[in-house]
């Protein structure tokens, strides 16, 4: 059985997609914590159920660095086999990173390479593009330019928002964030080391 810690800052509707399947009897995997960098909304997909959740809020420390420390420190408490970013929206450190991945991946709503960065959905919409789509990404310490273990498109139609394009995009994300979790207990996908030490 694979541990999941999942990482957020909003409303963890990605994050409570993943916790329905892990109640599944024949998921491969089962998220042993939850994480933020504010009092995020989504935290209490987890509390419902029991699991822990803790929360490193980004403005109680001096910088990046710091933050991401003690984040670490709290991910590892947990030795988790795979760290999931689920709109945890703030870059990590390189020595989090560097600690965690290949076994640390992220969930973005476009079809990376296209539109990179804090505002995916956005960017694609003023681009005038008829396609986007979502990605499941392996976090390296580049900006959403990790290695893309899965993707598919999602249409833009005319008169699209970004929270109606938005909308559209996140329940594919969340098939596909269940199906790559799924795969990586499994080993279709192929991650090698760190992510709990
Ligand atoms: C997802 O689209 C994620 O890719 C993006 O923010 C959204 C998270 O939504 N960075 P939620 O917190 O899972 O509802």
Same mark, same amino acid.
């Given at each position: 059985m694979l541990s999941v810690v999942v990482l957020i800052s909003g409303q963890g509707s990605n994050l409570q997609a993943l916790l329905q399947a892990c109640?599944? +009897?024949?998921? %491969?995997a089962h998220v042993v914590a939850v994480g933020a960098d504010?009092?995020?909304?989504?935290l209490q997909h987890a509390e419902e159920r029991g699991i822990a959740t803790f929360v490193v809020r980004?403005?109680?420390?001096?910088g990046r660095d710091e933050w991401g420390h003690a984040l670490l420190t709290e991910v590892q408490r947990f030795q988790p086999g795979l760290v999931v970013l689920?709109?945890?929206?703030r870059l990590l450190p390189p020595e989090v990173v560097d600690a965690l991945s290949p076994r640390l991946i992220n969930t973005h709503? +476009?079809?990376? %390479?296209?539109?990179?960065?804090?505002h995916g959905v956005r960017d694609a919409l003023a681009a005038g593009v008829e396609r986007t789509g979502a990605s499941i990404i392996v976090v390296d310490n580049g900006i959403d330019d990790g290695p893309v273990i899965a993707q598919e498109r999602v249409p833009v139609l005319p008169g699209d928002t970004e929270d109606s394009l938005h909308e559209r995009i996140k329940p594919v994300e969340r098939r596909l964030l269940i199906q790559a979790v799924r795969d990586i207990a499994t080993e279709r996908i192929d991650l090698k080391e760190p992510a709990a030490r």
């Open positions: 109640e599944q +009897a024949d998921y %491969p504010r009092d995020a909304a989504g980004y403005r109680d420390f001096a689920s709109g945890l929206m709503p +476009a079809y990376l %390479p296209e539109f990179p960065g804090a």
